[in-house]
């Protein structure tokens, strides 16, 4: 099974890289209105997104069209292999982590964890219709969300992808921890059960 992800992994990594400029651009707009209209979008809190990167569909478009009562959070690793979060506006402090990704430039205790978000917006490299997300491998957003495994308790947390990375049925393996739902440029795909 692990070699089975592998390849999957670099199947659609390959495709989402291949989408053409002017496809992305249309595609994080497109994104921004779905996420924006998604039914169960809370009213207030912290809402965490993610800095696109390997061809991830953007985020900036929906982060700018935010309602002022949420406030925009982005992830930081940690040395506990989970994420924490961090408000972030355009022209705040960044710092590369170990992968190059942006990430705000923040005191560890001025940190956010994961249970104290509204809404979290999750970057994947593969999704199905039951809710299962494929991820880099590294699980750094499954064990920041295994709490939801048992409890269900917010954050509510959707996918963001492009229609391309959906795939008819991915393995889950114990510690997936599914989403709510995915929303790309052209559909949003709900969870059987979930919204």
């Known amino acids: 099974m692990t070699d089975d992800r592998a390849a999957l992994r670099r199947d659609l990594r390959d495709r989402r890289r291949a989408i053409p400029a002017a496809a992305r651009i249309a595609a994080a707009e497109a994104l921004a209105q779905r996420l924006l209209a998604f039914p169960d979008l809370p009213g207030s809190g912290y809402a965490a997104g ?8 953007a985020l900036h478009v929906w982060q700018l069209r935010l309602p002022p009562p949420l406030v925009y959070c982005l992830p930081v690793l940690c040395e506990d292999s989970r994420l924490r979060f961090a408000p972030w506006r355009a022209g705040d402090p960044l710092v590369a982590n170990r992968y190059g990704i942006p990430e705000p430039d923040v005191a560890p205790a001025s940190l956010i964890g994961g249970e104290a978000l509204a809404l979290a917006i999750l970057p994947l490299v593969g999704f199905d219709a039951a809710g299962n997300r494929l991820g880099m491998g590294a699980g750094w957003y499954d064990r920041t969300f295994a709490f939801r495994r048992e409890s269900g308790a917010p954050p509510l947390l959707v996918g963001a992808a492009f229609e391309a990375q959906r795939v008819a049925a991915l393995p889950a393996a114990d510690w997936d ?7 790309t440029e052209s559909a949003t795909h709900p ?5």
């Open 50 to 57: 993610y800095w696109a990167s390997d061809g991830e569909i």
């Open 191 to 195: 969870r059987p059960g979930s919204t």
């Open 177 to 183: 921890v599914p989403v709510d739902a995915v929303c």
